[in-house]
C-alpha cells in the first residue's frame, strides 16, 4: 500500500460546482496532515492544514478522519483560479522539529467557464 | 513574500557537467531542508534531508557520489548534481521548516534543470 494514496484524477468541472478530493495513508501513527496546491511549474503552497475537528477556510474545508486514515478536501463554488494540483501531504514517524512530509501523487483540477 | 529562495530558476547544460542549485531561508535558520525532485506529471520524491553541520541523508535509490550536498550555514544548503545526464533533467526544489510553533515546511520556487 502506497504510504500516501490520493483519488485518481484528473477532475474536470464547471465554475460553481462543488468539488471533493480523497486521500488515505498507510502509516497509523502519521501525526500531521496538509493540502498543498500546486500551480503548474511552480512550486507547493500550503493551502491548509487539516485537524481531527475539521477545519474550513471560506470555500475550503478539510477533514481527517483517524479511524479510517482518511483526509478529504472539499472546495464549493470552485472558481477559475482553483484549477491546479492539490497534493495530500502526511507527516509520518519518526518526529521532530525536522522530520519528514510524505506527498501523494497530488490530483489535477481543471475549472471550466 | 518568499521565506525560501532558489537559484537559479532555470538552468540548460551540456551532458557531462555539473550543476549546482542554492537554496536559502531568507528569514530564519534552518538546521535541516530538504531537496525534492519532480518529473513531469508526477509526485515530489525526496532525495535528501540537508543537515547543517553534518552529512546529508539521502533517500533510498539515490546516489550521494551524483548529487552532492552542502549545509554551510544555517541559511544555505546547496545541491550539486554532478556529471548531469539527460535523465537527470527535472524540477528540482528545497524545503525549509521553519520550527517552532510553525509546522509548515516552506518550499522554493524550484529550478528547472535541462541536461541537452
Known amino acids: 500500500r502506497k504510504e500516501v494514496e490520493q483519488d485518481p484524477g484528473p477532475f474536470n468541472v464547471p465554475e460553481g460546482a462543488t468539488v471533493a478530493f480523497n486521500c488515505t495513508y498507510s502509516n497509523s501513527a502519521s501525526q500531521s496532515f496538509f493540502w498543498y496546491r500546486q500551480d503548474c511549474r511552480k512550486e507547493p503552497k500550503l493551502l491548509m492544514s487539516v485537524y481531527s475537528s475539521g477545519n474550513e477556510d471560506g470555500r475550503f474545508t478539510a477533514q481527517l478522519n483517524r479511524a479510517s486514515q482518511y483526509i478529504s478536501l472539499l472546495i464549493r463554488d470552485s472558481k477559475l483560479s482553483d484549477s491546479a494540483t492539490y497534493l495530500c501531504v502526511v507527516r509520518p514517524p519518526p518526529f521532530g522539529a525536522n522530520s519528514k512530509l510524505t506527498f501523494g501523487k497530488g490530483i489535477t483540477l481543471s475549472v471550466r467557464p | 513574500g518568499a521565506v525560501v529562495s532558489q537559484h537559479p530558476s532555470r538552468v540548460i547544460c551540456k551532458s557531462g557537467t555539473s550543476v549546482k542549485i542554492e537554496c536559502r531561508s531568507l528569514d530564519f535558520q534552518a538546521t535541516t531542508m530538504f531537496w525534492y525532485r519532480q518529473f513531469p506529471k508526477k509526485s515530489l520524491m525526496l532525495m535528501a534531508t540537508s543537515n547543517e553541520g553534518s552529512k546529508a541523508t539521502y533517500e533510498q535509490g539515490v546516489e550521494k557520489d551524483k548529487f552532492l550536498i552542502n549545509h554551510a550555514s544555517l541559511t544555505l544548503s546547496t545541491l550539486t548534481v554532478t556529471s548531469a545526464h539527460p535523465e537527470d533533467s527535472s524540477f528540482y526544489i528545497c524545503?525549509?521548516?521553519?520550527?517552532?510553533?510553525?509546522?509548515?515546511?516552506?518550499f522554493g520556487p524550484g529550478t528547472r534543470l535541462t541536461v541537452l
Open positions: 524545503s525549509a521548516p521553519r520550527g517552532g510553533v510553525d509546522d509548515t515546511q516552506y
